[in-house]
């Protein structure tokens, strides 16, 4: 299992979840959960899940956006791993992606 996979089940099993998951039809944006963390699948408090990103991976935040309130998160680090979450108002992060070869595109739009 690759280490950022590793990490993400290491942060995952130290009970903070177990449960149902929040994924919905594709293209289609998950629910802010408002359940406890530990009631959403691949959901944990935002606070460890950045702590353990940037501390044992390196990673960096390299996006953030918001939609009624929920941001989207993507973390990535100098070897192009990334993890892509959404993090609601009240501290809840829940991993919707992990990927590698991210880069940034060099003829895309300036924010």
Do not use: Y
């Given at each position: 299992?690759?280490?950022?996979q ?70 990535a ?21 992990t990927?590698?070869?991210w ?9």
């Amino acid at each position: 299992m690759p280490k950022i996979q590793s990490l993400i089940a290491a942060v995952l099993a130290t009970g903070i979840l177990s449960g149902n998951s929040i994924a919905g039809e594709p293209g289609e944006m998950p629910p802010v959960p408002k359940a406890k963390p530990e009631e959403v699948e691949n959901c944990v408090g935002t606070a460890p899940l950045k702590a353990a990103l940037t501390h044992s991976l390196d990673m960096k935040q390299v996006f953030v956006g918001q939609v009624e309130g929920v941001l989207l998160e993507l973390f990535a680090n100098q070897d192009g791993k990334w993890i892509q979450f959404l993090t609601s108002p009240d501290g809840i992060s829940c991993v919707l992606l992990t990927g590698e070869g991210w880069r940034v595109a060099r003829d895309g739009p300036q924010a």
